[in-house]
């Protein structure tokens, strides 16, 4: 399984993160879900910046209002839901990797969940197997 991504969707992602400073940024990736020699691959073609409503540097939460505008217009689109995005700021949380609270929290089994750090400034892909288990993806980055 493998995300594919444009480098400007990329640092699309990485500038609204920079912005959200000092609270965790986050978003919603749409996209279609291709096949190329036997390998799974979402391909992200729309990048949804959202709103954290909990305004926490350690969590984030996107407004359910929101989400279900987005979800309608991925559909109208005839996109897929791919996956989410969201920022580590805080410590112990500057890792890209899934944090105790997203194990915890993360509820959309098989979606793709990047995680951006601004310093380093990094991104990680991982999938959500099941509750709590997330296992690292491949990122392909394309002009």
């Keep these: 399984m493998m995300i594919r991504i ?3 969707d990329l640092e699309k992602i990485f500038f609204h993160c920079s912005e959200e400073l ?4 986050c978003g919603i990736l749409a996209g279609k879900n291709r096949s190329c020699e036997g390998v799974a691959i979402k391909e992200v073609l729309k990048v ?3 709103k954290n409503e909990l305004y926490s540097p350690t969590e984030f939460r996107i407004r359910a209002e929101e989400q279900f ?7 109208d689109l005839d996109l897929r839901l791919l996956g989410f995005y969201h920022s580590h700021v805080s410590h112990p949380y500057t890792f890209s990797r899934p944090s105790s609270v997203d194990e915890e929290r993360a509820n959309y089994i098989g979606y793709s969940h990047l995680i951006i750090t601004l310093n380093p400034k990094k991104v990680s892909s991982w999938i959500l197997e ?6 690292e993806e491949v ?3 394309i002009e």
């Design 130 to 135: 099941n509750k709590g288990i997330f296992k």
């Design 69 to 75: 505008k987005i979800f309608s217009e991925i559909e």
């Design 48 to 50: 949804y910046n959202c």
């Design 22 to 25: 000092p609270i965790e940024a």
């Design 6 to 8: 444009k480098l400007s």
């Design 139 to 141: 990122i392909e980055t």
